[in-house]
């Protein structure tokens, strides 16, 4: 098949999660399933229509979770191997984090590796966002996703995987960032939180 877009939430950021695929519907994207962690969210969801499934884990992680924290990078692991099942199904999987909405279909980005490419990711001015990422179906990247399975991450997957990019010499390219900016792009420093020296 084809290539899929997924996201990957839990109860706690059902709201979010929601407002993502309103903008799928809004830019007639169908070629997508959202995959959760919570019961809730999986039967609110189902009830208005979306391509959903539920994913069973320990219901220890259904709320909102701190950067970092354990809970946080076990969903993270989830994530990597929900894309590594897929990727044996479709040609390319292309992952968004929930607090992102589209304003325009992004599926003709499914033909994207012309040149042999393995990955496509949105840049994040200080490195790759694994937050916005598509993938394709190559060695190169089941060899990436197989090395993050398996690793003990020491901070978060952006750094693991920005790790592992180098160590496997991927060939990667960055999505355009007039189509995907990140956050400090579209809204400006002045959205930067900063502290008082005083």
Known sequence: MAGIIINLFNDGVLEMAENQLIS??????????????????????????????LYNINNSIQNEMDWCSKDFIDMEKIRIKIINELLCEYKCVFYLDIDIVVTKNIEMFFNANINENDIFIQNDINMPCVGCILLFNS?????????????????????????????????????PI????????FFGNEYIPTTNAN
């Open 178 to 185: 007039e189509l995907f900016p990140n956050a400090l792009v």
């Open 139 to 175: 060695e190169n990247v089941k060899k990436l996703l197989d090395t993050l399975l398996k690793i003990e991450y020491k901070t978060n997957l952006q750094y693991e995987f920005s790790k592992q990019l180098k160590q496997l010499k991927l060939n990667c390219n960055l999505l």
């Open 24 to 53: 799928f519907k809004k830019t007639n994207i169908t070629n997508y399933i959202a995959y959760t962690t919570g019961e809730k969210s999986y039967q609110y969801l189902k009830n208005k229509g979306y391509n959903i499934k």
